[in-house]
């Protein structure tokens, strides 16, 4: 039988109510809608590797033009990301996973029609906008709902399901392009984005970003379906108590104010990083290949192949971070990727070449699980947690945006060395900057960490394993 909860003033205790909950169908139904989405969005992000390393063998494109598709898909998600940040904190996280849905699905089918590479660009643009939404509403928005216990490992179950699109677009790239082409790669993805959008329609609003806007009532009547669900408020364990929030500016130059600024520096850092190393290397690796004299049907199967490391490096990401905590997995994967990146340059055979790489792709999305679907959302209070989390992914897609002209630079240059050398840098100034200023926030509810912006990690390193809070 629950205890008497008292909630602060002007609230309804939202965030103790949504922690208290067991994990059960209603978590189940929110991560599978949430993660349809999302990976339809990652799977038009990375069929790029594949469709533009088709485009260059079939002579549609050459690599300068290849960088200016890739570029513009980056620009149209900083504006998404952007965009989402805006709406999702002002109109809500439904509003905002809906209309970014709508956009890349639309405009998806409309790229099967394109008649040339300039409106195929174009259009990638369109659809940028849709992609880079969807990626900061999905994770903020399903953090929101998790019981701090257990969100690590969840977001990163999303992390997973996200990243599966990239074995999926491998594998299903080497099926249809050499038969179909690569404009049935569109056809896939804007019917199952569209099937989706359909699916969320009823998918409920967070009352945690109700609670924030004052909305007491939609809240309450949200949570108190919830917790029907999950066995009825009289049947739940009485909620904690949370710490009282101090009322968060609606505005974003809040972002860069007082103690919010180091958690918006780390956040900027993380996603530059790992944005820019996983589009800058990662998603070049199948035009490197092409260059370096390997046919097309055999650069889709190494890619398939090195595309099985993503769902690996995410499922070893939600591993990590609630049994280790945020900041050493971020550092350890940052410097696996890193050397993994170094040696792929120097890879002797193709069984080598293919090992190397799929080590690659574990290190990366370990490290885009933990650092970009886990932490980040974590670091912002719910008043502006799509803004932070929209600003630090639109900085992403704005650096790895200007980091495809520096990768035909470098390759241009120095050759895969090159390019993965530069990256490596990135991923090591990123480890320490972590080791020596993140916040660690492992197994903490969203209100403790929103209500105690100034403290330091709990201790200077984080590399030992975390107790579990009484």
């Known amino acids: 039988m629950a205890e008497t909860f008292t909630a602060a003033p002007g609230t309804i205790g939202a965030g103790a109510r949504l922690d208290r909950l067991p994990l059960g169908a209603f978590h189940r139904r929110i991560l599978t809608l949430i993660a349809a989405g999302m990976f339809f969005d990652a799977f038009d992000i990375y069929l790029q590797g594949s469709l533009l390393g088709a485009l260059v063998h079939d002579g549609w494109s050459t690599p300068a033009i290849n960088a200016s598709f890739l570029s513009n898909t980056f620009l149209g998600m900083l504006v998404g990301a952007c965009a989402a940040g805006l709406i999702g904190d002002r109109f809500g996280r439904r509003a905002s996973y809906q209309i970014n849905l709508a956009i890349f699905g639309l405009a998806s089918l409309a790229a099967v029609f394109a008649p040339n590479m300039g409106v195929l660009i174009a259009l990638r643009f ?19 709902f998790i019981p701090p216990l257990h969100r690590g490992r969840w977001v990163g179950l999303l992390s997973l399901f996200t990243n599966l699109a990239v074995t999926a677009t491998g594998f299903v790239s080497l099926a249809v392009i050499p038969t179909l082409g690569w404009r049935a790669m569109f056809v896939i993805v804007g019917l199952g984005a569209m099937a989706v959008w359909v699916a969320r329609k009823n998918m409920p609003e967070s009352p945690r970003w109700l609670e924030s806007r ?17 066995g009825g408020a009289a049947n739940l364990p009485a909620p904690e108590p949370t710490p009282v929030q101090a009322p968060v500016p609606d505005r974003l130059s809040y972002l860069f104010s007082g103690p919010m600024l180091r958690r918006t520096l780390l956040a900027l850092l993380t996603a530059v990083t790992s944005t820019t190393v996983l589009y800058g290397f990662n998603g070049w690796l199948p035009t490197f290949l092409v260059k370096q004299g390997h046919g097309i049907v055999a650069t889709l199967a190494f890619t398939a192949v090195m595309g099985l490391g993503a769902p690996v490096g995410s499922l070893l990401g939600s591993l990590i971070a609630d049994r280790y905590g945020r900041r050493p997995g971020i550092i350890a994967l940052s410097l696996s990727w890193a050397a993994f990146g170094v040696c792929y340059a120097y890879a002797g055979s193709n069984a080598m070449l293919m090992a190397i790489g799929f080590g690659v792709m574990v290190s990366a999305y370990g490290l885009v699980s933990v650092g970009y679907a886990i932490y980040i959302p974590e670091l912002f209070p719910t008043q502006v947690r799509m803004r932070g989390a929209g600003l630090a992914g639109a900085a992403g897609r704005l650096a790895a945006a200007g980091a495809q002209y520096g990768v035909v630079w470098a390759f241009a240059v120095g050759g895969v060395g090159a390019v993965s050398a530069g990256m490596a840098t990135l991923l090591v100034i990123l480890a320490l900057v972590v080791l020596l200023a993140g916040v660690e926030t492992r197994q903490r509810s969203l209100e403790s960490l929103a209500s105690t912006l100034g403290d330091a990690a709990p201790d200077p390193v984080g590399l030992l394993p975390v107790r579990e809070n009484p």
């Open 214 to 230: 004052g909305r007491l009532a939609e809240a309450e009547t949200i949570l108190s379906a919830i917790e029907a669900e999950c």
């Open 126 to 144: 369109v659809m940028g906008i849709g992609l880079g939404a969807e990626i900061v509403v999905g994770y903020g928005t399903l953090a929101e």
